[in-house]
């Protein structure tokens, strides 16, 4: 598992500094910012996953984030993530408020601020960079093997930073195939911290925003 996530951390540095690459030489980056934000900006909505690892085990992030749209190149945007559904997982040899044997679930939950630079573009395919800084809480509660007696719950303060590379193919003029993948540095006390982990998203987009404007158009 160990050097999975090692080459998983290497992958992600050097997609991103590949695509960083790749952008300066396409355009200037300063002067398409410059350029895209004399541009009157179009508000969005949309819709974020995460598949991420949290010991050892799969799980889901999910977020609702809204902004506005300089020109499709820049997005500046603000989020809300949380996992939905936290599953509980059996921890034995792990005495929890004198319990040999628990049940553990974990949440976090977090607002965050972020920005997705669009570095490449064409017909019906463009590529990105996003980059997120949040605050937010997570959640260890303990329960007994009931799994409904609660034992006692800790929070910590969370400061979650995220980058990545995502790719998006339009099949219609509001909807989008889309994947991407990243790394999310979880910043707190050592509980907070066994969140950090590479993530992966795929699925499809829908660009709330962009289908507003093409239902308008079409009356």
């Known amino acids: ?21 790749k952008s300066q030489a396409q355009n200037n980056i300063w002067d398409s910012v410059r350029i895209s934000f004399r541009e009157k900006p179009t508000f969005y909505v949309a819709f974020h996953n995460r598949n991420t690892v949290v010991n050892v085990q799969k799980t889901k992030l999910y977020g609702i ?18 996992f939905v559904k936290p599953d509980k997982y059996l921890f034995t040899n792990h005495p929890i408020a004198g ?3 628990v049940y553990q679930s974990i949440n976090t939950k977090n607002i965050s601020i ?65 994947g991407g993948i990243g790394y999310r540095f979880s910043i707190g006390q050592k509980e907070v911290n066994r969140l950090t982990s590479p993530y992966y998203n795929i699925g499809l987009a829908l660009l709330i925003g962009e289908g507003i404007q093409f239902f308008r158009n079409l009356n």
């Open 65 to 82: 984030v809204g902004g506005f749209d300089f020109n499709q190149k820049i997005k500046l945007y603000l989020g809300i993530y949380g």
């Open 114 to 178: 972020g920005a997705d630079y669009t570095f490449y573009t064409n017909k019906k395919m463009y590529l990105s960079i996003p980059f997120q800084l949040g605050i937010g809480s997570t959640q260890y509660k303990y329960w007994e093997l009931d799994q409904n007696t609660l034992i006692k719950k800790d929070n910590y303060l969370t400061i979650p930073i995220e980058i990545g590379t995502n790719a998006y193919v339009k099949i219609l003029p509001f909807a989008a195939l889309k």
């Open 99 to 101: 319990k040999d044997s």
């Open 1 to 21: 598992m160990d050097k999975s996530l090692k080459f998983i951390k290497i992958f992600v540095v050097l997609s991103i500094l590949s695509t960083s690459i």
